[in-house]
């Protein structure tokens, strides 16, 4: 009876030793009593060394980094409320980098913008969990980081072999050398007849050879500044209007004050300031080309905010100056040029770019003469620059050269007719010519 108690004495740790094992959160366990063995009391990870190796209670033991919290995720975060998924565009970092706290790691293009996934937590990436090139929500898990990153400690069972046996590189030539070495018999191939070269007909086409091509996937910011051009050009009854406009004063103007200018507000006075000036007062002496159509109505909107084309290496932005008819010339370039290194850099926002009610395009930086720009919807109008080109011109009836600008105005033709269209590019035209207008309000 005595020696029954006692086997019931030593097997009852032994099951709980299994027990306590499959309890994620207990990371040691002491006094493992084996059959024929002595209390042992060390951590459960060291258990596997006492154990002997033809035991069939040999264990296996991992990592706990992701039951005690070690591992986190990195997930891809919230793009906006008008954004539904995204393409994961380029992982930043490679696994096994070191990475810090809101460190971005994976970059995910949008239909408006480029969005980084960044690091919750500073440590090692332990591995991807998507692809470059898989669609992704917000919420999708992009990258495991461990934060201590203990390396994974498995133990085979007792019935697995460890590794391969090698052959030493002496052995390995001692047994070449052997080997009777055969010599397979060469076979001459049978000699086929030269063809002389075909001559291809004079109306055969002559096509580029198909390795001098690259196929390449559209980024789905190209995609969609493509579908949302060929939707306005489905949807509006588009109108183009020219005139010319006489950058004299304008840019005597910007050369007289630019020194003052950079003195007291910190940024240089440049020609778009002067654009947005001057669309705002037309806007305001025709406000049907602030408005839009909605359906059966038409929406008046009794603000302005324009939109400003930009041009970047991923494709094209338009963000939105808010509330443009409030603003003088100093706040309006700082607007400009914060937006503009925004949306170059790329850490531009959605809400930086939504809404808007009138856009102007400058494809004079690049050198445009003449254009006839698409509208931006849901605007009704857009308005383009173009670039500043010396011509004669008669002034008081003598020829003299001037610096001239071609302007264009793209309008809904549904919404808008050719009268109001003509009179606020001319309202464009006057006082750019003559700035003094908008002091005087004339």
Request: glycine share 6%.
């Amino acid at each position: 009876m005595a020696s029954n108690l006692a086997r019931r004495m030593i097997r009852r740790p032994l099951a709980t030793l299994f027990l306590l094992r499959s309890n994620g959160h207990v990371r040691h366990f002491s006094h493992h009593i084996l059959l024929g063995g002595s209390i042992y009391a060390k951590p459960m990870r060291e258990t596997t060394t006492f154990l002997p190796r033809a035991s069939s209670y040999l264990l296996w033991s991992r990592s706990f980094a992701s039951e005690s919290g070690d591992l986190v995720d990195a997930v891809v975060p919230f793009m906006g409320e008008s954004i539904t998924d995204g393409t994961l565009a380029t992982f930043l970092k490679k696994p096994g980098d070191w990475v810090e706290v809101d460190e971005p790691i994976a970059q995910v293009e949008t239909d408006k913008v480029t969005i980084d996934v960044a690091s919750p937590e500073a440590g090692i990436i332990q591995k991807f969990i998507a692809t470059e090139g898989d669609t992704v929500t917000p919420g999708t898990k992009v990258a495991v980081i461990s934060k201590s990153a203990p390396a994974d400690t498995h133990v085979a069972p007792s019935g697995e072999k460890v590794g391969k046996e090698t052959t030493s590189p002496a052995k390995k030539e001692k047994i070449d050398k052997q080997m009777p070495k055969v010599e397979a018999p060469i076979k001459e191939k049978p000699k086929t007849p030269s063809l002389p070269p075909s001559k291809a007909s004079p109306s055969e086409p002559q096509l580029p050879p198909k390795e001098r091509e690259r196929r390449v996937p559209m980024p789905r910011l190209r995609k969609r500044v493509a579908t949302r051009l060929k939707d306005s050009q489905n949807t509006f009854a588009m109108l183009t209007t020219f005139n010319e406009v006489d950058m004299t004063n304008l840019m005597k103007l910007r050369s007289d004050y630019k020194d003052a200018f950079v003195e007291k507000h910190g940024v240089k006075l440049g020609l778009m300031s002067g654009f947005v000036k001057a669309a705002v007062s037309g806007l305001q002496n025709q406000p049907i080309i602030n408005a839009v159509i909605d359906g059966d109505d038409i929406i008046y909107r009794d603000y302005v905010d324009v939109s400003i084309a930009v041009g970047t290496p991923k494709g094209l932005v338009v963000p939105v100056i808010r509330n443009a008819d409030g603003m003088n010339f100093a706040e309006i370039e700082k607007e400009i040029n914060t937006l503009a290194k925004k949306a170059n850099n790329g850490t531009i926002s959605i809400d930086e770019m939504a809404g808007g009610t009138f856009t102007i395009s400058n494809g004079g930086v690049y050198g445009s003469l003449l254009s006839t720009p698409i509208i931006n919807p849901p605007q009704s109008a857009i308005l383009g620059m173009h670039s500043i080109v010396s011509r004669p011109m008669v002034v008081g009836g003598n020829i003299v050269p001037r610096p001239m600008m071609y302007v264009a105005l793209t309008y809904d033709h549904r919404l808008i007719d050719g009268r109001e269209a003509v009179f606020f590019l001319r309202r464009i035209k006057d006082v750019v010519e003559d700035p003094r207008r908008l002091l005087l309000d004339l």
